[in-house]
T-cell receptor, first 116, second 116 residues
Framework: AQKITQTQPGMFVQEKEAVTLDCTYDTSDPSYGLFWYKQPSSGEMIFLIYQGSYDQQNATEGRYSLNFQKARKSANLVISASQLGDSAMYFCAMREGLEGYQKVTFGIGTKLQVIP | GAVVSQHPSWVICKSGTSVKIECRSLDFQATTMFWYRQFPKQSLMLMATSNEGSKATYEQGVEKDKFLINHASLTLSTLTVTSAHPEDSSFYIC????????????FGPGTRLTVL
């Protein structure tokens, strides 16, 4: 079974609008961490946001917020006020366990295109 | 802060030759580094976890004799693709975990390997 599922291969959003990128995960470990990374066409992976399984509040980092619904095992990324520079691949990832050295599994990604 | 570099950024080599890729943490020490490969339009797949001063831990299906990993210092890990073949052509990305206790991996910009 897929540990990380991203069902949107591609998304379009108008500049200045908000967009939600979906991510669901599967684990039986009560301790886990969820990540979102951005990969522009240049290839580097840019860390955006992190949510721990025991965190009570949804994580936020500037224009990025993570809509964490534990019971539904979803960790959607919300980008507010989209900018042209947000056009990129976005990967959801999960680490089973809370130790940094533990393996991180990535989803297949969603390609976001911001339209002027 | 938390900058990771990779060298070279791209390399073209002949089949049968070996290629070494370096991953450096520039402004922090990393006891653990990770090596991923990414095929076009696909997600990142973890190849191995590299710990400073010890042998790397390889994921299932990754040939340790083909992909040699050395993590000789707290700021440098190397991946050597031995006897490279065209099917080894891929985008190789490393990440580093700060020794300070951060639970977030920071990624390098990647190395694009093309084997002719």
């Amino acid at each position: 079974a897929q540990k990380i599922t991203q069902t949107q291969p591609g998304m379009f959003v108008q500049e200045k609008e908000a967009v939600t990128l979906d991510c669901t995960y599967d684990t039986s470990d009560p301790s886990y961490g969820l990540f979102w990374y951005k990969q522009p066409s240049s290839g580097e992976m840019i860390f955006l946001i992190y949510q721990g399984s025991y965190d009570q509040q949804n994580a936020t980092e500037g224009r990025y917020s993570l809509n964490f619904q534990k019971a539904r095992k979803s960790a959607n990324l919300v980008i507010s006020a989209s900018q042209l520079g947000d056009s990129a691949m976005y990967f959801c990832a999960m680490r089973e366990g809370l130790e940094g050295y533990q393996k991180v599994t990535f989803g297949i990604g969603t390609k976001l295109q911001v339209i002027p | 802060g938390a900058v990771v570099s990779q060298h070279p950024s791209w390399v073209i080599c002949k089949s049968g030759t070996s290629v070494k890729i370096e991953c450096r943490s520039l402004d922090f020490q990393a006891t653990t580094m990770f090596w991923y490969r990414q095929f076009p339009k696909q997600s990142l797949m973890l190849m191995a976890t590299s710990n400073e001063g010890s042998k790397a831990t390889y994921e299932q299906g990754v040939e340790k004799d083909k992909f040699l990993i050395n993590h000789a210092s707290l700021t440098l890990s190397t991946l050597t693709v031995t006897s490279a073949h065209p099917e080894d052509s891929s985008f190789y990305i490393c990440s580093a975990l700060p020794a300070s206790g951060s639970d977030t991996q920071y990624f390098g910009p990647g190395t694009r390997l093309t084997v002719l």
